[in-house]
């Protein structure tokens, strides 16, 4: 399952998750691992902490972070959807979606590595992903190209071992 900060002005248009500039970059970073964007929406569940695109941020650069009171408003339903998935592996995508599950800390200490984390669907191990908006400038500083490289191989291994293969098959696992 992985879960995302909100629709963006494409997505909210489309109905369809990561389908603008942001989802490129996701699907690329994914490709990385050999899992092509068909197979990773085939085979990995996309929710988000709000549900309606908050509109642009005041600065011009990206989305408007959605206020506490939209992410609680929303909150119920990624619940429920923790409670249907109860996935075995979780990718939060952003900070907003890291800070839904992990600790307050800098991405530095959190991106690059695997958490097990309790939630409402039970127990899921963690894989954080820096934002992949091009308003996000992160992923450009200091050594953190290695820390999402880091974070892929976590995460492609996870995948490997749910069954889904580089070539994109799924084996049913118990």
């Known amino acids: 399952m992985l879960v995302?900060?909100?629709?963006?002005?494409?997505?909210?248009?489309?109905?369809?998750?990561?389908?603008?500039?942001a989802g490129n970059t996701l699907f690329r970073w994914l490709a990385q691992i050999g899992l092509d964007e068909e197979t990773a929406r085939r085979c990995i569940y996309i929710a988000a902490i709000t549900r309606c695109y908050p509109g642009p941020s005041p600065s011009g650069r990206?989305?408007?972070?959605?206020s506490p009171t939209e992410r609680a408003n929303c909150a119920t339903w990624l619940d429920?959807?923790?409670r249907l998935m109860r996935p075995r592996v979780l990718i939060p995508v952003g900070r907003l979606a890291i800070e839904r599950f992990l600790p307050r800390l800098p991405l530095e200490e959190l991106i690059g590595c695997e958490h097990e984390?309790?939630?409402l669907g039970g127990t899921s191990v963690a894989?954080?992903?820096p934002h992949?908006?091009?308003a996000s400038s992160w992923i450009h500083q200091g050594d953190h190209m290695t820390l999402l490289s880091r974070a892929l191989a976590h995460l492609g291994a996870?995948?490997?071992?749910?069954g889904i293969s580089n070539r994109g098959d799924v084996r049913s696992v118990a």
């Open 62 to 66: 990206g989305d408007r972070v959605p």
């Open 127 to 129: 894989i954080p992903l």
């Open 80 to 82: 429920d959807e923790l």
């Open 4 to 21: 995302g900060q909100a629709p963006g002005k494409v997505e909210s248009a489309g109905g369809r998750a990561f389908a603008g500039r």
């Open 158 to 162: 996870r995948l490997g071992e749910l």
């Open 117 to 119: 984390i309790q939630h």
């Open 132 to 134: 992949p908006s091009g």
